[in-house]
């Protein structure tokens, strides 16, 4: 395995021909587009792990019975969790759960679910 020192001259070495240029920024473009892309889907997951919870959480809550304490949380988890999605910067699920808050908001309470 070769020397960082190795490397390092090998660069320099090379560094005056545009060929190798070339391709070293391409190389560096590619890479930085699949970091971001790394980073946006390991946010995404750690998004959609939070949910998860959130809902195995609410079908605990459900299950022992909710009363109006139970609506408010919902609506507290929503909250959080349009919060958490728009630190991740994970737009559809910001825009869903921002719809989903509107609409429980506005509904009247003589309506029939």
Same mark, same amino acid.
């Given at each position: 395995? $070769?020397?960082?020192?190795?490397?390092?001259?090998?660069? =320099?070495?090379?560094?005056?021909? $545009?060929?190798?240029?070339?391709? =070293?920024?391409?190389?560096?473009?590619?890479?930085?587009?699949? =970091?971001?892309?790394?980073?946006?889907?390991?946010?995404?997951?750690?998004?959609? *792990?939070? /949910?998860?919870?959130?809902?195995?959480?609410?079908?605990?809550?459900?299950?022992? %019975?909710?009363? /109006?304490? %139970?609506?408010?949380?919902?609506?507290?988890?929503?909250?959080? =969790?349009?919060?958490?999605? *728009?630190? /991740?910067?994970?737009? *559809?699920?910001?825009?869903?759960? %921002?719809?989903?808050?509107?609409?429980?908001?506005?509904?009247? $309470?003589?309506?029939?679910?």
């Amino acid at each position: 395995m $070769p020397s960082e020192d190795d490397v390092h001259d090998l660069a =320099l070495d090379d560094a005056d021909d $545009p060929n190798v240029s070339t391709q =070293l920024v391409e190389n560096i473009s590619r890479l930085e587009d699949e =970091l971001a892309h790394e980073r946006d889907a390991r946010r995404e997951e750690r998004f959609l *792990w939070v /949910f998860a919870l959130t809902l195995v959480a609410d079908g605990g809550l459900i299950w022992n %019975g909710v009363d /109006f304490s %139970g609506v408010v949380l919902l609506l507290l988890q929503i909250v959080f =969790l349009m919060l958490l999605a *728009w630190h /991740f910067k994970i737009d *559809w699920a910001y825009k869903l759960l %921002g719809d989903l808050f509107d609409h429980l908001k506005r509904r009247d $309470p003589e309506d029939p679910p």
